[in-house]
């Protein structure tokens, strides 16, 4: 405190953590007080510390409303009095000026199938009595559920004449679960309530036994106390699980990042290059196609083989057999906490570097947009049963009529913003080719740019981008996300704990009479969101993933590595080049900031997202060094650590090298929301976990097999 009265002689430059910058900044910053050291410049710490705060703030607010009256003259909503997040705001943007009738459909909460089938916890339970009482269960997941005495009952043995009944917790009213407000309608079903709901239960039992059946009965709470690893490995790799319903969201996933070499130095006649697709998202978003409505649902393999699939647009749930040579797998898979895109999917799960598995074991079970599971039959992928799909009519622009697509009225809107704040290209110096370069944007994107607009501004542009690119993700939220309420009255608080449609995660105490409650709906209660379409989302990163597919399906085995929309492949003197562009989807020279003809002479990655290179330009004659690798921020402290000649020669070693500690400072919020700057250590290791590599640095998908001569 008493530091805050200081006037004097500049602080020493420790107190400025000079070695927390990045390096560049650290150099402009020793620079900089350098110069104040010399000119004996005099420190005022109250006068300093005003300024600053007065400054902050007043580029926040100019910043604040130059974003506001552009999102008010450009989509006429206010994201600060509308919206709480860019993405909503977007999102209220697209529905209130471009969003067509009878287009987005909202996905009930349990799909389309809900009636007819029960959870994965009851179906594992069922599953789980047929093998200890070893008696033939008839159930969802074999067939319709039976009917029995005129009740729909979760499972049935005719032989024996019992009748299997789980009862989930809240639908029937557990009253070990549930001890208060039980005659209080619930949220999900005002015309009922636990008691109503457990009382519906023991009648439904009642009758069952009074005509003349055993009923065996299995309440949600015990099921999962007694659930041990035994009943939990025999029912999840149970193979009648895969009849469960086809969820939407399980066909959603995300980018491609693998790294397919872990090092590489060029040779005479080779570079490395580096290319990236020119705004993926937005692409897809304006030239994709897209589910409209509400889907036609075919279930059960022999209904769904009668489809072309060529011929149907939608998701579909399917058992498949990956080809064994194929240098790039089609279809992603999630194991072990990871996307992963394997030609096995027991090699895949255990990182098995030879595959000796028989074709059931090499099979995978998954949910994808019909687009990518065509283009893996394509490739040699054989679909050997579909349990599901969800057939939707679909909508795509059309460059020549300028009409169709879902999402192109919006995109084009904000890339108006986004490509005049980017200033004219290098080659546009005279009238005639900032004409020829307008009429060439208006021709390819449909979008007519204003002269008198084109002009760099780096703060409008990044705007743009962020409106343009902050879109779609709302359209894959997760719905049932915590809520934190300021809770200053007793009864508010004993309301939420004793509210059996609400979890209450966690209680903070801000003074004596208010509490910040973090909370979230039980998932038998919560709402669907009108802003939520998964199938919009997973529409929107299949098609990215196929995008990014058709390059690595040119360079072959010459990709070293991939990110999203990324390509930093090998090129050979006598081999054709990805070629580059700029509109929207064409691939851009990710080094040319670098000079013109900059290539990547070596290149060393540790795992996806952990990579380093060498840039050389011709132009220059020099080397430049890149390092990246995430969740670190390579300050100047860090990069003494890790650099390019670290992860080289910890990726290089024949034995497991020992993990690096990094330490480094960094401003947080605690738990009890205080701003703090604490110092973190983290360890960094090489991860290449996705492919299987060997001594040389070469890799292969897993479950890839050589043809045998």
């Known amino acids: 405190m008493e530091k805050q009265k200081y006037a004097g002689p500049i602080p020493p430059i420790e107190y400025y953590d000079p070695n927390n910058m990045k390096v560049e900044d650290r150099e402009k910053f020793i620079k900089w007080y350098q110069e104040r050291v010399a000119e004996n410049y005099v420190f005022d710490f109250e006068k300093e510390f005003v300024e600053y705060c007065v400054s902050d703030v007043d580029i926040l607010t100019q910043a604040c409303l130059k974003f506001r009256k552009l999102m008010i003259d450009e989509g006429n909503v206010c994201p600060f ?16 000026n471009f969003l067509q009738p009878e287009t987005i459909g909202i996905i009930p909460k349990n799909g389309y199938r809900l009636c007819d089938n029960q959870s994965k916890i009851a179906l594992q339970w069922l599953l789980w009595e047929e093998q200890e009482r070893g008696v033939e269960i008839i159930h969802a ?5 039976s009917i029995v005495a005129g009740c729909k009952v979760d499972g049935f043995c005719e032989k024996s004449k019992q009748v299997f009944e789980f009862h989930g917790c809240y639908y029937h009213g557990c009253p070990r679960c549930y001890k208060y407000e039980r005659q209080v309608p619930l949220k999900d079903d005002p015309t009922q309530t636990l008691d109503s709901r457990y009382e519906n239960t023991v009648t439904k039992t009642q009758h069952l036994i009074d005509q003349g059946y055993e009923v065996i009965e299995m309440w949600e709470c015990d099921f999962r106390r007694n659930m041990n690893d035994e009943i939990r490995q025999y029912t999840e790799d149970h193979p009648l699980l895969i009849n469960l319903p086809l969820n939407p969201r399980d066909a959603f996933y995300g980018g491609r990042t693998e790294n397919m070499k872990t090092y590489y130095k060029c040779r005479d006649g080779e570079q490395i290059k580096y ?13 994709g196609k897209y589910p409209v409505g509400h889907p036609e649902v075919i279930v059960g393999n022999e209904k769904c083989n009668k489809l072309n699939l060529l011929e149907t647009d939608g998701l579909i749930k399917c058992r498949i057999l990956p080809p064994q040579q194929l240098i790039h797998p089609v279809l992603p898979v999630k194991l072990n906490d990871k996307l992963m895109f394997v030609l096995c999917y027991t090699c895949g799960k255990t990182g098995s570097r030879e595959c000796s598995h028989s074709d059931e074991e090499r099979v995978i079970n998954g949910t994808w947009v019909i687009d990518e599971v065509v283009k893996s039959v394509e490739k040699g992928y054989l679909i050997l049963d579909i349990q599901e799909i969800w057939k939707y009519k679909v909508t795509q622009y059309d460059p020549e009529t300028k009409e169709g697509g879902l999402f192109n009225g919006y995109i084009s809107k904000f890339l108006k913003i986004k490509q005049e704040s980017s200033g004219w290209p290098s080659y546009c110096t005279t009238p005639e080719s900032k004409d020829q370069y307008v009429r060439e944007y208006l021709a390819r994107e449909g979008v007519t740019l204003d002269p008198q607009k084109v002009a760099v501004n780096p703060g409008l542009r990044q705007l743009g981008k962020a409106v ?3 879109f779609w993700g709302k359209l894959g939220q997760r719905e049932n ?19 059996p449609a609400t979890d209450v995660n966690s209680i903070l105490p801000v003074n004596d009479d208010t509490l910040l409650v973090n909370w979230s709906f039980k998932d038998e209660a ?7 379409n998964v199938c919009l989302a997973a529409y929107t990163t299949a098609q990215a993933r196929l995008k990014l597919y058709s390059y690595l399906e040119k360079v072959g085995d010459n990709a070293i590595y991939t990110d999203t929309d990324s390509v930093i492949y090998l090129s050979k003197a006598g081999q054709e080049d ?13 080094l040319e900031g670098y000079g ?22 011709p132009k220059s004659g020099e080397y430049s060094i890149t390092c990246k690798v995430k969740g670190l921020s390579l300050n100047y402290n860090a990069s003494q650590t890790v650099n390019f000649e670290t992860i080289k020669s910890m990726v290089l070693t024949e034995e497991e090298p020992e993990p690096v500690p990094i330490i480094y400072k960094q401003i947080r919020r605690t738990g009890d929301h205080k701003v703090m700057t604490t110092q973190l250590t983290k360890l960094y290791r090489p991860l290449s976990t996705k492919w299987k590599f060997d001594e040389q640095g070469g890799s292969l998908p897993f479950g890839f097999k050589k043809a045998r001569l």
């Open 578 to 590: 990805i070629p580059l562009g700029n509109f929207l989807g064409e691939m851009t020279d990710e």
């Open 468 to 470: 343009i690119t902050s």
């Open 275 to 287: 290319v990236d697709v020119c705004s993926l998202y937005p692409w897809v978003n304006k030239y």
């Open 596 to 617: 013109e003809g900059s290539y990547i002479d070596e290149f060393v990655s540790g795992g996806p997202k952990n990579y380093a290179y060498k840039v050389y330009s």
């Open 141 to 145: 997941a074999k067939q319709q559920e």
């Open 481 to 499: 996300q915590g809520k934190t309420s300021i809770v200053n009255r007793p009864e508010t608080l004993f309301s939420m704990l004793t509210n």
């Open 81 to 96: 009095t509308e919206a709480s997040t860019l993405p909503s705001a977007c999102n209220k943007i697209f529905r209130r």
């Open 526 to 532: 919560y709402d669907v969101l009108p802003t939520v």
